[in-house]
């Protein structure tokens, strides 16, 4: 695999924690100028610090992407820090949601996730892909899930959001893959980040389910993300790649 993003700036939302915190990593170990984001800044400074003592480039952006001003403040910054079109966009930051009956799911909390979830990584792409279709190419990937592509009892909400990522990365590869911008998702299973990890009982019977019979870490879901953005992914549009233990294939 080559994946050499050298020369390559990158916006990865959510980085401050979890899978982007690990694709952050990732990213920057195969070269590229990596742009971090979230809304906690010790979390944020101490993934970039991480980067910068293995020798790799990151910067920390404050965003809060629960409104269209933060998603439009951090679309300015990142091009600032590229210094023109960005090369890489992740939309990777958002609300996990605990299973809650739909009849008990309150107005703002619908009106969060749909705002971070989906609306978030809808203005960023409109603000960052139409510059790189105009320089000629670009790599985006989505944060979609396994949630978003079975039904599940409690987790309408969550669900429906990840539903909806999958289906912009398809119109998105519509959209600008005659540019030279492809989209793609990543989809992962369960992956145990610290946050997840704490779940482990409550996740054990699907875990126990899944063909690899163990939940994803973080690491895997960001090597998915690296091919996808690198020269060996030069015509995938639209997929989704599964890091889900071989959950989508039961
Ligand atoms: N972990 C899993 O098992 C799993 C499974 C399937 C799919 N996924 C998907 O993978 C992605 C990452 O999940 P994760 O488990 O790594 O989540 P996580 O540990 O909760 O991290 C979420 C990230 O999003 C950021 N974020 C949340 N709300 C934000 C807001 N309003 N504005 C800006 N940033 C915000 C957080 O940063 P701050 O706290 O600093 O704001 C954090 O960096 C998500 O798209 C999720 O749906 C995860």
Request: aromatic content about 6%; glycine content about 16%.
């Given at each position: 695999m080559t994946s050499n993003l050298n020369g390559r700036t990158a916006l990865?939302?959510?980085?401050?924690?979890?899978?982007?915190?690990?694709v952050a990593r990732t990213l920057a170990a195969a070269g590229a100028h990596v742009v971090i984001s979230g809304r906690d800044t010790a979390r944020g400074e101490k993934v970039a610090a991480g980067i910068a003592e293995r020798g790799g480039r990151a910067d920390?952006?404050?965003?809060?992407?629960?409104?269209?001003?933060?998603?439009?403040?951090l679309a300015a910054a990142a091009h600032r820090l590229a210094g023109g079109p960005l090369d890489i966009l992740v939309n990777n930051a958002a609300m996990l949601l605990n299973p809650t009956p739909t009849a008990d799911v309150a107005e703002e909390v619908i009106d969060g996730a749909l705002a971070?979830?989906?609306?978030?990584?809808?203005?960023?792409t409109g603000l960052t892909a139409p510059a790189m279709a105009e320089?000629?190419?670009?790599?985006?990937?989505?944060?979609?899930?396994i949630s978003g592509l079975f039904g599940s009892g409690g987790s309408a909400l969550y669900?429906?959001?990840?539903?909806?990522?999958?289906?912009?990365?398809?119109?998105?590869a519509d959209e600008y893959g005659p540019s030279g911008v492809r989209v793609n998702t990543v989809a992962p299973g369960p992956t145990f980040t610290d946050k997840v990890a704490e779940m482990a009982d409550h996740l054990a019977p699907l875990i126990a389910t899944l063909p690899s019979r163990r939940p994803s870490t973080p690491e895997e879901v960001a090597k998915a993300v690296l091919f996808l953005v690198g020269d060996d992914a030069a015509n995938i549009h639209g997929a989704t790649l599964s890091v889900d233990g071989g959950r989508s294939a039961i």
């Open positions: 990865v939302t959510g980085s401050t924690d979890g899978i982007g915190a690990a920390f952006v404050r965003a809060d992407l629960s409104t269209g001003a933060g998603v439009r403040d971070v979830n989906v609306k978030a990584a809808f203005l960023l320089r000629g190419g670009g790599a985006i990937v989505n944060l979609g899930s669900s429906t959001t990840k539903a909806a990522i999958h289906s912009l990365t398809k119109s998105w």
